[in-house]
């Protein structure tokens, strides 16, 4: 029986990591979530699941999480930007626990950007000797029904500093189901797996698409980076947090989030899910 702690087992890949971990009846999986009274519901129906309580910034929460625990899964949660303070204790604690796995995802052509959180956190991992699998995907598609729903869905707007760029946008579905590959093989170990959609896209071709797909008008702005980051300081978001997807975006313009890889197919045995298919999964939370 492999005991896995999965942090962030209410998210847009935590959750469909836990439903894809959840037949398979040598596993119990610990969903470390912030409010486990109010989150447990949504675990209910998984008899495998056990809820406890986890804050990055409360290292009192790590111990009970990481009870007994052989395997870990974690992504950075994005209004977490400084890693040597709200990340570096739970890693040190996971080395103190001697998992035989801690599975991080991360972000693809980190390696080349040493100012990223991720980029500081992997090297941590390493430096830990943490037995690993970093998986670096591309950029999410359920950022547009999460971070850009309400211009899409108040002004039909793709309000996305990506420029002319191409992103070959992966659904979070596809990652939870390669982590669940990870975790349930040492295959993967001490590995770095680029995943990636099956084409990538400019942004004007996605609004396309979402406008084919929801037989309504969706338009592509393209606004500066710093035009983005005023509105969306203006929206009261937190300044490390703009700050850290200002920078994403720059690298989306560098032309660095255009890689496709076949990663994806290699672990799951199939294709990664289209953007097309995507659009029509979340039609009702496009448009209501």
């Known amino acids: 029986m492999e005991k896995?702690?999965?942090?962030?087992?209410?998210?847009?890949?935590?959750?469909?990591?836990?439903?894809?971990?959840?037949?398979?009846?040598?596993?119990?999986?610990?969903?470390?979530?912030?409010?486990?009274?109010?989150?447990?519901?949504?675990?209910a129906k998984?008899?495998?699941?056990?809820?406890v309580k986890f804050d990055f910034l409360d290292p009192e929460t790590f111990y009970k999480a990481l009870s007994a625990?052989?395997?870990?899964?974690?992504?950075?949660?994005?209004?977490?930007?400084?890693?040597?303070?709200?990340m570096f204790p739970f890693l040190e604690a996971?080395?103190?626990?001697?998992?035989?796995?801690?599975?991080?995802v991360s972000l693809i052509g980190v390696e080349k950007n040493p100012v990223t959180p991720h980029h500081k956190i992997e090297k941590k991992i390493i430096e830990l000797e943490i037995p690993h699998t970093f998986i670096r995907p591309s950029f999410f598609m359920q950022n547009l029904n999460t971070t850009h729903l309400a211009d899409i869905f108040d002004r039909h707007d793709l309000y996305v500093p990506a420029g002319n760029s191409k992103t070959s946008f992966i659904d979070t579905?596809?990652?939870?189901?390669?982590?669940?590959?990870?975790?349930?093989?040492?295959?993967?170990?001490?590995?770095?797996?680029?995943?990636?959609?099956e084409v990538?896209?400019?942004?004007?071709?996605?609004?396309?698409?979402?406008?084919?797909?929801?037989?309504?008008?969706?338009?592509?702005?393209?606004?500066?980076?710093?035009?983005?980051?005023?509105?969306?300081?203006?929206?009261?978001?937190?300044?490390?947090?703009v700050n850290v997807m200002v920078m994403l975006y720059l690298i989306t313009q560098l032309g660095n989030a255009k890689k496709v890889t076949l990663t994806v197919e290699n672990v799951l045995g199939r294709?990664?899910?289209s953007f097309e298919k995507y659009v029509e999964d979340y039609r009702d939370v496009f448009l209501g």
């Open 173 to 197: 579905r596809d990652i939870g189901a390669v982590a669940a590959k990870c975790l349930l093989s040492d295959k993967y170990l001490n590995q770095e797996l680029e995943i990636t959609g």
């Open 271 to 273: 294709k990664p899910t």
């Open 46 to 51: 998984f008899a495998n699941v056990e809820v």
């Open 94 to 104: 996971v080395k103190a626990q001697k998992v035989k796995q801690l599975v991080f």
């Open 69 to 86: 625990v052989d395997r870990v899964f974690f992504i950075r949660p994005p209004q977490l930007a400084k890693p040597k303070v709200d």
């Open 4 to 43: 896995i702690l999965i942090i962030g087992g209410t998210g847009n890949i935590g959750f469909p990591l836990i439903k894809e971990l959840s037949s398979n009846e040598n596993v119990q999986m610990i969903a470390g979530v912030h409010q486990p009274e109010k989150e447990a519901s949504l675990f």
């Open 200 to 241: 990538a896209l400019t942004y004007a071709e996605v609004a396309t698409i979402m406008t084919k797909v929801l037989d309504t008008k969706i338009i592509y702005t393209k606004p500066s980076l710093l035009g983005f980051r005023q509105t969306m300081l203006k929206r009261g978001i937190k300044k490390d947090y």
